[in-house]
């Protein structure tokens, strides 16, 4: 399993990259083992506002779906097109094939997401 030390994890395996007042946002590798073969991913439309907590989008595997919770309030700016046409490149490399990039709505919602470390803790005591 993977955990890159440079983003920001959520207790349901969401990964988050900060820049500047914007954000990519994705499943973590864990997550991806988790489900399995992913077959399908349902993202939001460009605009779209959530806050924080809220499901964003489904990720369907041969195994389970899943709703995608955003960690951060948020509105979207970009969906990354390529996973929607090819849902298997999650389980290729989760970190690489972001699902979303926000504008950040409140930056202070960061401070409640895990660090890499914090984020280990959490996986070990899920296995």
Not at 104 to 122: I, P, Q, R, W
Request: hydrophobic content about 40%.
């Amino acid at each position: 399993m993977r955990i890159l030390e440079n983003l920001l994890y959520t207790n349901d395996h969401e990964w988050i990259r900060v820049e500047g007042n914007e954000a990519y946002i994705g499943i973590t590798d864990y997550a991806q083992h988790a489900l399995g073969d992913i077959v399908f991913v349902e993202l939001p439309e460009v605009d779209a506002q959530f806050n924080a907590g809220d499901a964003f989008g489904v990720i369907e595997s041969v195994k389970a779906a899943a709703d995608i919770y955003i960690p951060v309030s948020a509105r979207i700016i970009e969906v990354n097109e390529e996973i929607s046409d090819d849902p298997s490149l999650v389980n290729k490399d989760a970190f690489e094939n972001w699902m979303i990039k926000v504008e950040l709505l409140d930056k202070s919602e960061l401070d409640n997401l895990m660090t890499a470390k914090d984020y280990e803790e959490h996986c070990s005591k899920e296995e």
